[in-house]
């Protein structure tokens, strides 16, 4: 780490012994508060979506409101008896799958990740720190439905994928020597690519073109994740950042790599989940 600190820095030999020791502590500090925040961040995120999705399904029809059958949602008749495939909804899960309230759920998020992002510098940390709890936290009620379109099992599993991945990306963007800023602005340009051709989709639905933005998403997504490790790592050693700038600098980090985690994740989802049948 000592060598890492004086080739990426350049203290060079002014820099004594205590010193670069001093620094390396501090740095691996700063990383383990980001990865920490992150962590939690996604624990929220899981326990938000696990905890709507069983209020919103039931498996006995007295408590059901709506039934989801063959794609179509119809309020549950009398004397209704459930087949095999039958999702029976309550009230709740109405309401947040299949009412207009859905689409605020959908887009909540998008307007507080942009008031956090551009906002931090004027917050104190600890505001900035429920902020960030609170953007999980909704991030997660939009997730929940994909308890209703993929298998539980299929989930868990590229839920470890992800996180195998993801590790190994941000160990490596941590570790390397090269510059990765090329890797950023490649994949920067490449995210905004997405950005437009998902808009286009919108209106061709092609599985195919879907197919090919989930996969360019997950290179997208992959460089992403050991340049904004790298960038990290650079702003604590380069920014000589001390206090509240240290606190409000990790919740960002964190921010940006909880965001890398969960579009990797929900890319992977398309590609590798299996769908309910």
């Known amino acids: 780490m000592m060598s890492d600190i004086d080739r990426n820095v350049g203290f060079g030999a002014a820099m004594t012994q205590a010193e670069t020791a001093a620094i390396d502590a501090g740095l691996r500090s700063y990383m383990r508060r980001v990865y920490n925040y992150m962590m939690i961040g996604l624990a929220i995120t899981g326990a938000a979506a696990l905890g709507l999705y069983l209020l919103s399904v039931t498996g006995t029809v007295a408590d059901a409101s709506y039934v989801i059958r063959a794609g179509r949602v119809i309020p549950v008749p009398a004397g209704f008896v459930a087949q095999g495939r039958d999702i029976l909804l309550t009230g709740i899960g109405y309401a947040v799958f299949v009412s207009p309230l859905k689409w605020a759920i959908i887009f909540a998020p998008l307007a507080l990740v ?6 931090v510098e004027r917050l104190r940390p600890a505001t900035a720190q ?29 839920f470890f994928i992800t996180a ?33 051709a998902s808009l286009v989709n919108g209106f061709l639905a092609s599985s195919a073109l879907q197919w090919g933005i989930s996969v360019i998403g ?60």
Request: proline share 0%; no cysteine.
């Open 114 to 119: 942009f008031g956090l992002s551009f906002g």
């Open 130 to 158: 429920f902020l960030f709890w609170l953007y999980a936290a909704m991030v997660g009620l939009s997730l929940a439905s994909i308890f209703l379109i993929y298998t539980h099992t299929s989930i868990t599993r590229v």
């Open 164 to 196: 195998a991945s993801f590790g190994a990306l941000s160990l490596w963007g941590y570790t390397t020597q090269r510059d990765l800023s090329g890797l950023g602005s490649f994949a920067i340009m490449g995210l905004f690519g997405i950005i437009i």
């Open 218 to 277: 997950v290179l997208v997504f992959s460089g992403l994740t050991a340049w904004d490790t790298q960038r990290l790592k650079s702003e604590y050693l380069y920014g000589a950042m001390d206090g509240e700038a240290v606190e409000r600098s990790a919740i960002l980090g964190a921010l940006s790599l909880y965001l890398d985690f969960i579009n990797l994740f929900t890319l992977l989802m398309q590609l590798l989940g299996q769908r309910e049948e």
